[in-house]
């Protein structure tokens, strides 16, 4: 006992020793190299506010787990609450921010900073040799500190998502359940109504699931909503015009480059709310759709309950290999892309500058040294990598040619991403305990690295060439044998927009205001309009809503976004 002693206490003589030379010979170490030799363990917390989960609470897993054995850091997750822009203005109100703050949309942002509660990166670019010192990033902070700095010229947050987008990026399609599709003769579509037709038809085929639980054609929830119904705009996406990434009370039509407001006739957002009007008129739609959580969705569409979704990526566990649906050879099943003759589909710019979704630090921050070192690590593309892609030698392996390929247990391990797959020794917990916690991170997962492949596994060739379901390979023959996204590109149904979405500056406080006004009574009347009695009821209601908006001063936000719309078109012809 006493030579273990002994042999400790000289040990740390000699690392004092070592850290004394280092410090003292006219080599001082840096705050970053000096944090090396001093991690103490530290629990930071961030609020997400662009992340797809909605858990809160200590990281936990094999990536939480990965960021620790790298800095000591563990990261608390706050809960994003009903909304994320009203929780925030609850954290800006008290002036106790999280450590780490993540915006979704210019907007967000425009807020902390005129709060005044943001560190500026720029002043820490020795902490920060992950951002400044990245290839990748340059033209993102060059753009974010000229425009979108209040005139400061300081970098007071980090985009994401930057890099080039995938051509088969399509974040919002019409899906429907494959089998009874083809039960219903597969009829074809000319426009978004006929999908009222074709669901209607479905359901009639299928009232019920096996279990005897009741199916609906649509289903809505109100969780995500901010000025609109964000489930009801949505469907503007099949067309091309953006609802969301501009503003939620205008229609950009990213083809044509105009932009008008969701209060004129022949809106959009009207045609889409005449839509899920007429869906309840038809007994289509989910009563529970105001109400609702998107946990509460997602869990019927698992069970095979709603016959329709607008998202692409919204199919529950119904499309998992391990539900028994995409390989049945019975008859494989699973929710797939229909679309209508007459739709185009909203496709991201190539993003050199960035998502208006950032990442930035409060410079009130517990420990702003060990917060700028978090960030620093969630933007080392390696890390990236590691949240994206999940440990190597578990998920996927390099072959002796230098590719990297998913492993057996890897496959196993993202097909079922919501399972606890992953093996203790790199952490455990599910393969969305990494990324997804997130939502977007510093790199595009498109972008190609140095040895010529994308940091993401869903663009390695061998990912891409696996073996194909038996859904897959149906769907397959059914697009004149070719994957959706070479039948969309060929048959000219893409509308991809342009940078100038995300070079939109925030708004002013008070304009902020307004806006949040005529939110609610866009959200009170737009949800009176869906279950409307009659069609004159929904059009009373509809000139209710424009009314109420122009008495809360709409013509001035009109007339603002219309502005600054066309000089975020000149801006981003700078960097296209």
Same mark, same amino acid.
């Given at each position: 006992?006493?030579?273990?002693?002994?042999?400790? *206490?000289?040990?740390?003589?000699?690392?004092?020793?070592?850290?004394?030379?280092?410090?003292?010979?006219?080599?001082?170490?840096?705050?970053?190299?000096?944090?090396?030799?001093?991690?103490?363990?530290?629990?930071?917390?961030?609020?997400?506010?662009?992340?797809?989960?909605?858990?809160?609470?200590?990281?936990?897993?094999?990536?939480?787990?990965?960021?620790?054995?790298?800095?000591?850091?563990?990261?608390?997750?706050?809960?994003?609450?009903?909304?994320?822009?009203?929780?925030?203005?609850?954290?800006?109100?008290?002036?106790?921010?999280?450590?780490?703050?993540?915006?979704?949309?210019?907007?967000?942002?425009?807020?902390?900073?005129?709060?005044?509660?943001?560190?500026?990166?720029?002043?820490?670019?020795?902490?920060?040799?992950?951002?400044?010192?990245?290839?990748?990033?340059?033209?993102?902070?060059?753009?974010?500190?000229?425009?979108?700095?209040?005139?400061?010229?300081?970098?007071?947050?980090?985009?994401?998502?930057?890099?080039?987008?995938?051509?088969?990026?399509?974040?919002?399609?019409?899906?429907?359940?494959?089998?009874?599709?083809?039960?219903?003769?597969?009829?074809?579509?000319?426009?978004?109504?006929?999908?009222?037709?074709?669901?209607?038809?479905?359901?009639?085929?299928?009232?019920?699931?096996?279990?005897?639980?009741?199916?609906?054609?649509?289903?809505?929830?109100?969780?995500?909503?901010?000025?609109?119904?964000?489930?009801?705009?949505?469907?503007?996406?099949?067309?091309?015009?953006?609802?969301?990434? *501009?503003?939620?009370?205008?229609?950009?039509?990213?083809?044509?480059?105009?932009?008008?407001?969701?209060?004129?006739?022949?809106?959009?957002?009207?045609?889409?709310?005449?839509?899920?009007?007429?869906?309840?008129?038809?007994?289509?739609?989910?009563?529970?759709?105001?109400?609702?959580?998107?946990?509460?969705?997602?869990?019927?569409?698992?069970?095979?309950?709603?016959?329709?979704?607008?998202?692409?990526?919204?199919?529950?566990?119904?499309?998992?290999?391990?539900?028994?649906?995409?390989?049945?050879?019975?008859?494989?099943?699973?929710?797939?892309?229909?679309?209508?003759?007459?739709?185009?589909?909203?496709?991201?710019?190539?993003?050199?500058?960035?998502?208006?979704?950032?990442?930035?630090?409060?410079?009130?921050?517990?420990?702003?040294?060990?917060?700028?070192?978090?960030?620093?690590?969630?933007?080392?593309?390696?890390?990236?990598?590691?949240?994206?892609?999940?440990?190597?030698? *578990? *998920?996927?392996?390099?072959?002796?040619?230098?590719?990297?390929?998913?492993?057996?247990?890897?496959?196993?391990?993202?097909?079922?991403?919501?399972?606890?797959?992953?093996?203790?020794?790199?952490?455990?917990?599910?393969?969305?305990?990494?990324?997804?916690?997130?939502?977007?991170?510093?790199?595009?997962?498109?972008?190609?690295?140095?040895?010529?492949?994308?940091?993401?596994?869903?663009?390695?060739?061998?990912?891409?060439?696996?073996?194909?379901?038996?859904?897959?390979?149906?769907?397959?023959?059914?697009?004149?044998?070719?994957?959706?996204?070479?039948?969309?590109?060929?048959?000219?149904?893409?509308?991809?927009?342009?940078?100038?979405?995300?070079?939109?500056?925030?708004?002013?406080?008070?304009?902020?205001?307004?806006?949040?006004?005529?939110?609610?009574?866009?959200?009170?009347?737009?949800?009176?309009?869906?279950?409307?009695?009659?069609?004159?009821?929904?059009?009373?209601?509809?000139?209710?809503?424009?009314?109420?908006?122009?008495?809360?001063?709409?013509?001035?936000?009109?007339?603002?976004?219309?502005?600054?719309?066309?000089?975020?078109?000149?801006?981003?012809?700078?960097?296209?």
């Amino acid at each position: 006992m006493r030579k273990q002693s002994f042999l400790k *206490v000289n040990l740390m003589i000699i690392v004092m020793m070592i850290f004394s030379v280092m410090t003292g010979c006219g080599n001082p170490l840096s705050r970053e190299e000096s944090l090396m030799y001093d991690a103490e363990d530290i629990t930071l917390t961030a609020f997400v506010q662009q992340s797809a989960s909605s858990e809160s609470g200590l990281w936990r897993g094999w990536a939480a787990n990965k960021l620790y054995e790298d800095t000591h850091i563990k990261v608390e997750f706050l809960a994003i609450g009903d909304g994320g822009s009203q929780k925030l203005k609850q954290y800006l109100s008290s002036g106790d921010l999280p450590d780490l703050i993540g915006f979704k949309g210019t907007d967000q942002a425009q807020l902390a900073m005129d709060a005044g509660v943001l560190l500026p990166l720029d002043d820490y670019k020795d902490l920060l040799p992950n951002i400044f010192e990245n290839d990748f990033y340059q033209h993102a902070i060059s753009y974010t500190e000229t425009y979108i700095s209040n005139d400061s010229g300081h970098l007071y947050m980090m985009p994401v998502s930057i890099g080039p987008a995938s051509r088969g990026f399509f974040n919002w399609m019409p899906m429907v359940q494959w089998d009874l599709y083809k039960k219903v003769g597969m009829p074809e579509m000319a426009t978004l109504e006929d999908l009222l037709d074709l669901v209607e038809i479905m359901q009639n085929e299928k009232p019920t699931t096996e279990t005897g639980e009741k199916v609906y054609g649509f289903s809505l929830f109100s969780e995500w909503d901010e000025e609109t119904l964000k489930q009801v705009a949505a469907l503007s996406f099949f067309y091309g015009i953006d609802t969301e990434y *501009v503003s939620n009370l205008m229609e950009t039509n990213v083809l044509t480059k105009e932009i008008n407001s969701i209060f004129e006739a022949d809106s959009f957002y009207r045609r889409a709310l005449k839509f899920y009007y007429e869906a309840n008129q038809r007994g289509l739609l989910d009563p529970d759709s105001m109400t609702q959580t998107y946990e509460n969705v997602n869990a019927k569409i698992s069970a095979g309950r709603i016959l329709f979704s607008h998202y692409s990526w919204m199919t529950g566990a119904y499309n998992l290999p391990a539900s028994g649906h995409v390989n049945n050879e019975n008859g494989p099943d699973g929710y797939v892309p229909v679309v209508a003759d007459d739709m185009k589909f909203y496709l991201p710019a190539d993003q050199l500058t960035g998502r208006n979704w950032y990442f930035g630090i409060s410079k009130n921050a517990k420990d702003i040294e060990r917060t700028c070192e978090l960030l620093n690590w969630l933007y080392d593309p390696e890390n990236i990598a590691y949240l994206i892609n999940g440990p190597g030698e *578990v *998920v996927w392996e390099m072959t002796p040619d230098g590719e990297p390929v998913l492993t057996a247990e890897g496959l196993e391990i993202i097909d079922n991403p919501s399972e606890a797959l992953m093996p203790e020794e790199v952490g455990g917990g599910s393969f969305q305990d990494g990324a997804y916690r997130f939502n977007a991170l510093g790199i595009q997962a498109q972008t190609l690295m140095e040895d010529g492949y994308s940091l993401g596994y869903r663009y390695w060739p061998s990912y891409l060439n696996r073996n194909p379901s038996l859904l897959s390979l149906e769907l397959q023959e059914f697009y004149d044998g070719k994957n959706i996204t070479d039948y969309l590109h060929d048959e000219n149904m893409v509308a991809k927009t342009t940078q100038a979405v995300n070079m939109m500056p925030g708004i002013s406080d008070d304009m902020q205001v307004n806006v949040i006004q005529i939110g609610e009574v866009v959200k009170r009347l737009s949800w009176k309009m869906i279950y409307a009695s009659s069609e004159e009821e929904f059009d009373q209601y509809w000139e209710d809503m424009v009314t109420e908006a122009g008495n809360l001063g709409f013509s001035d936000i009109e007339a603002y976004y219309k502005k600054t719309w066309k000089e975020a078109l000149s801006i981003a012809e700078l960097y296209e």
